[in-house]
């Protein structure tokens, strides 16, 4: 534990430099203001700043991608209290209570609410990192090519069923992701698949364009195809956090870190999940049931605290299993390749004080949304009210700029314009983004450890249910499909209830 508290305080040391605290600054305000605008989320903006910081040394990057993340997350409750639009889909939890107590003229105070749940969430999910983290990645250890094959269908499987309204839309776009991540040359022979012909495809399709085309260039078309909307703010008062709201809530906050965290932890479910399963908590557990909805600052802590913890522990399977936690992350692990770190099984061996320097980078984005959401409300509800059509070709520039300078390649432009285009397509069709992006970013593991798997048992399959770890996740993932049949769930629902009955009139 002291390794561990040295090692945080060595990684803040290295970060406390005037450059280093600009940069944090600088990303956590732009982080803030892309959350704010609703639209533009936080995959997006990472997606944009991974393109920006390709020149910068590899910790300075890290720290600004970092900070944007988590300024982002934070950022979106502004126009989900002010607007009742949520600024990111993390926040849309956040507009039940937030604009409810706004429209109480208490926008202020529920906006210090925001603050201090998003202040404490995040540092609830530093310290599960920081602790965590070298638990699991000695665990990850003893991850063969089976058990990764396994772990990458359980992430597909439950970003699809977690991430949307139907989970067969969810699975469909998640297998669309995987087909994406099949084209171009296969990692073992060098083999073209699906390139039909075409050179540039035999490189595959890079992440970050895909990402920016999906999450920047589709919303930059949906803006396009809406009519204009007319906001309209109502008037607050002060947005200093009241320490009573945290102390007559400390339960609410705790319980919502832990479900935000471990939440983060599930590959691929994302800051939305976390925010909707700890309001739904903080109600269940409430003594103001009746409050919910109508501006409970109880359920507003849940939401703002939930979804924030779950930055850090989305980052938490992105260190040690080299699996994503939510679509920001996806991203934030294409950057950290790009940047020469290999995140995975071997980083507590090979790179152990990078996981403290990712809590201290955690610290930093905290510490950046506490003077921002105490000092800079007026601007944000200035930018606010910034037409959309005036933003908008800002951020097609960047994402065809952003495209383009990862690797020099026309090509990128053109997969961003076309993955835009489908991004807008499956919005419209209500297909959820998640699923596909987490099915491209594990594609390649999938690949890789199914063939990997099948050449070491010599084409025996029984390996991949043999071995217990491989096993506990195909059981999972088996149980995940069955509960979204009705009549496997109606069956399971019956056994249990059969296998409870004893206890039950004991």
């Not at 605008?37 to 970092?66: C, E, N, R, W, Y």
């Not at 396009?224 to 947005?239: A, C, E, G, L, R």
């Not at 990128?412 to 499956?426: A, H, N, R, T, Y």
């Not at 506990?472 to 049949?485: H, S, Y």
């Amino acid at each position: 534990m002291f390794d561990g508290l040295f090692g945080f305080a060595h990684s803040i040391w290295n970060f406390a430099s005037p450059e280093t605290i600009f940069y944090a600054l600088c990303a956590s305000l732009i982080g803030l203001i892309i959350g704010a605008l609703p639209g533009l989320t936080a995959t997006m903006g990472v997606a944009l700043m991974t393109t920006l910081t390709l020149k910068l040394p590899s910790d300075q990057a890290l720290l600004i991608l970092i900070c944007t993340y988590v300024g982002s997350i934070y950022g979106g409750s502004r126009s989900a209290i002010l607007l009742n639009i949520p600024g990111t889909p993390a926040s849309a939890a956040s507009c039940l209570d937030g604009h409810a107590l706004a429209k109480q003229g208490l926008a202020g105070r529920a906006m210090g609410i925001a603050t201090s749940g998003s202040i404490l969430g995040t540092w609830i999910g530093m310290f599960f990192l920081a602790l965590f983290t070298p638990i699991l990645g000695e665990m990850a250890l003893k991850f063969g090519a089976y058990e990764f094959f396994w772990l990458a269908v359980f992430g597909v499987v439950i970003s699809g069923n977690l991430t949307g309204t139907d989970p067969l839309k969810g699975w469909i776009a998640g297998f669309i992701g995987l087909f994406i991540a099949a084209i171009g040359q296969e990692g073992m022979y060098a083999y073209d698949r699906f390139t039909f012909g075409v050179h540039d495809l035999s490189g595959g399709i890079a992440l970050i364009p895909a990402l920016v085309g999906v999450f920047g260039f589709a919303e930059v078309l949906n803006v396009m195809k809406d009519k204009p909307q007319k906001f309209i703010i109502n008037t607050y008062d002060t947005v200093v956090p009241k320490i009573k709201d945290v102390v007559q809530y400390w339960r609410t906050i705790i319980r919502s870190g832990l479900i935000g965290t471990f939440i983060g932890i599930v590959p691929g479910v994302g800051e939305d999940v976390a925010a909707w399963s700890s309001y739904a908590a903080a109600r269940r557990a409430s003594k103001e049931k009746e409050k919910f909805g109508k501006g409970s600052v109880e359920g507003l802590m849940a939401a703002e605290t939930g979804d924030n913890a779950c930055v850090p522990g989305a980052v938490i399977p992105v260190l040690t299993l080299a699996v994503p936690g939510s679509a920001p992350a996806a991203v934030l692990l294409a950057a950290m390749l790009i940047h020469g770190v290999r995140p995975g099984p071997m980083i507590m061996v090979e790179n152990p004080t990078f996981v403290y320097d990712v809590v201290a980078m955690m610290l930093f984005a905290s510490i950046g949304i506490l003077i921002y959401g105490l000092t800079l409300t007026k601007l944000l509800v200035k930018i606010l009210l910034v037409p959309r059509a005036l933003v908008m070709p800002v951020i097609f520039v960047l994402c065809t700029v952003g495209s383009y300078a990862i690797a020099a390649r026309p090509f990128d432009i053109l997969v961003m314009l076309v993955f835009g285009i489908v991004g807008l397509v499956m919005r419209g069709l209500n297909y959820p983004m998640a699923p596909l992006v987490l099915g491209i970013v594990l594609g390649d593991l999938l690949d890789k450890s199914l063939r990997r798997g099948l050449s070491l048992s010599d084409g025996d399959l029984t390996p991949f249910f043999g071995r217990p770890i491989a096993f506990v996740i195909f059981l999972l993932v088996l149980f995940t499909i069955l509960m979204n049949v009705p009549v496997a769930r109606r069956v399971l629902g019956q056994g249990t209830a059969l296998l409870l009955r004893p206890f039950r009139r004991a």
